[in-house]
């Protein structure tokens, strides 16, 4: 099964923490939450997340994208298709990744995606806390996005 590492940041007692993705079928992304123990990885699912944000092109494994608050690595953001669309949302763990809660963040509209969540470095409560891609991504060469973000 393929996977995809899309952020890695350090966790409690400076010890790493990353969130992947993996591709058990052609249009099921799933993602995960992992942190190491000092021993050993320990993988925790999240969530279904769709297929896809570009269907029509051979890159089956564009995600909608999940990232760390570097900051926090129990508030994770995430992209995943939700009727259709991506929406974001925010998951957050007091566990260590054991049981989440979520909200959404922004929801899709037609044509318009939010997928590829990023949560600027050195974040301290400035003008962009979150930013993102908005709009219709087909392929790495058509596309019709702008940087979204919030506060």
């Known amino acids: 099964m393929s996977a995809w590492v899309w952020d890695i940041a350090f ?4 010890r ?25 990885w320990v993988s925790h699912f999240m969530t279904n997340a769709g297929g896809s944000i570009a269907p029509t092109t051979i890159e089956q494994q564009y995600s909608g994208g999940i990232t760390l608050d570097h900051s926090d690595t ?15 949302e925010c998951w957050t763990t007091d566990d260590g990744g054991h049981r989440w809660q979520h909200t959404t ?3 899709a509209a037609k044509g318009l995606d939010n997928v590829r969540p990023v949560v600027p ?6 003008p962009m806390g ?6 219709d991504y087909d392929s790495y060469t ?6 979204a973000y919030l506060p």
């Open 142 to 147: 058509t596309y019709k996005t702008s940087i």
């Open 121 to 126: 470095r050195g974040w301290t409560n400035g």
């Open 74 to 88: 129990n508030i994770v953001y995430l992209s995943r298709e939700v009727d259709g669309g991506f929406d974001l």
């Open 105 to 107: 963040v922004v929801h």
């Open 11 to 14: 966790g409690s007692h400076s």
């Open 16 to 40: 790493p923490v990353i969130v992947y993705a993996t591709y058990p079928s052609k249009g099921n992304t799933q993602y995960w939450y992992a942190n190491w123990t000092g021993h050993r």
């Open 130 to 135: 979150l930013l993102w891609l908005r709009g």
